[in-house]
């Protein structure tokens, strides 16, 4: 395969990738993509480290969901549920597939993520209810990613996390007023 196929192949993946539609299992007012979310996490990736993130953990946000083009949006509870080291060889799988490097990351820049991922995703909630969206599951998704979000897990990755963790609550309250 010539250079030029494999950045088209690539590109077409990535791109797919980002079309792939989240938080399939709640009805939702706005459709958020997988480009969209990973935007977002990579935002919350710079915010969370002062303004100074590694390349790696800044490509790490951008195709950490790519994927789930091949593999599928699991819901974080059945992700718990399941050995999540399947998943991971099958989304590492995917990105090997279609020629994608896995992006590494030290330990503390994984947890960043993470939270960062999980961050965006309560974001998300805030703002479906902000729309209007009253669904007692999509209440339920916050709830639990609130809760997941533990103390020690935010702490690790700094001040600001812990705000922003205690500021969220107080947005979704907000929109019932």
């Known amino acids: 395969m010539s250079a030029l196929e494999t950045a088209l192949h690539q590109l077409t993946f990535v791109r797919d990738g980002g079309s792939v539609k989240r938080m399939h299992t709640v009805r939702t007012l706005h459709t958020q993509n997988v480009a969209e979310h990973s935007y977002g996490v990579a935002w919350l990736c710079w915010v969370l480290t002062d303004g100074k993130p590694s390349a790696n953990l800044l490509m790490a946000a951008l ?3 790519v ?5 599928g949006d699991v819901p974080s509870p059945t992700k718990r549920a399941l050995n999540s080291t399947v998943l991971q060889t099958l989304e590492d799988l995917a ?3 279609n020629f994608m490097p896995v992006f590494e990351v030290t330990e503390h820049e994984a947890l960043v993520l993470k939270v960062a991922d999980m961050l965006d995703l309560a974001f998300a909630c805030v703002d479906e209810h902000n729309l209007g969206n009253r669904n007692p599951r999509l209440h339920m998704m916050f709830e639990n990613i609130m809760t997941y979000l ?10 600001l996390a ?4 205690n500021w969220l609550p107080a947005a979704w309250r907000a929109a019932n007023e």
């Open 63 to 65: 195709a950490h969901d």
């Open 67 to 71: 994927p789930e083009v091949e593999v």
């Open 95 to 97: 990105m090997s597939n």
């Open 162 to 165: 812990v705000q922003i963790h």
């Open 150 to 159: 533990t103390f020690g897990m935010l702490n690790s990755t700094g001040l």
